[in-house]
C-alpha cells in the first residue's frame, strides 16, 4: 500500500506565490513520474506539471513560466513551486505517483487527498 500526502495550499493574493510539496510513502520499489494535478469544479482534472525518473519536466501551457516541478532531497518528495499566480490557478491540486511497488509489479496511479489553492484578492 502507498500512501501520498500534499501540503502547503492555501489562500494567496494575485501575483504571490505558494509552495506545494507532497510526499509518498510505502511498499515503492522505484518512481517512473511524480506530478501534480488540479481540478476545478466544473472541469475535468488536467495536469499542472510532471517529471520523470530522470527528471524531464513538462507542463500546461498555462503555467510555463510561472511553476517549477522538483523532486525533494528525499527521493519520495516532489514539490511544485508556484509564482506569479493568478486567479484562474485556483483549484484543488492533487499530488500523483506513477511507481512501482516491486521489481515485479506493473506501474500504478497513486493520489493524494488533495490541497485547496485559492488566488484571490
Known amino acids: 500500500q502507498v500512501q501520498v500526502v500534499e501540503s502547503g495550499g492555501g489562500l494567496v493574493q494575485p501575483g504571490g506565490s505558494l509552495r506545494l510539496s507532497c510526499a509518498a510513502s510505502?511498499?515503492?520499489?522505484?518512481?517512473?513520474?511524480m506530478g501534480w494535478y488540479r481540478q476545478v469544479p466544473g472541469r475535468q482534472r488536467e495536469r499542472v506539471a510532471a517529471i520523470t525518473d530522470r527528471g524531464s519536466t513538462n507542463y500546461v501551457d498555462s503555467v510555463q513560466g510561472r511553476f517549477s516541478i522538483g523532486r525533494g532531497n528525499a527521493k519520495n518528495t516532489v514539490f511544485l513551486q508556484m509564482n506569479s499566480l493568478k486567479p484562474e490557478d485556483t483549484g484543488v491540486y492533487y499530488c500523483?505517483?506513477?511507481?512501482?511497488?516491486?521489481?515485479?509489479?506493473?506501474?500504478?496511479?497513486?493520489w493524494g487527498q488533495g490541497t485547496q489553492v485559492t488566488v484571490s484578492s
Open positions: 510505502g511498499t515503492i520499489f522505484s518512481f517512473l513520474r
Open positions: 500523483n505517483v506513477y511507481i512501482r511497488s516491486r521489481w515485479s509489479d506493473g506501474p500504478t496511479n497513486y
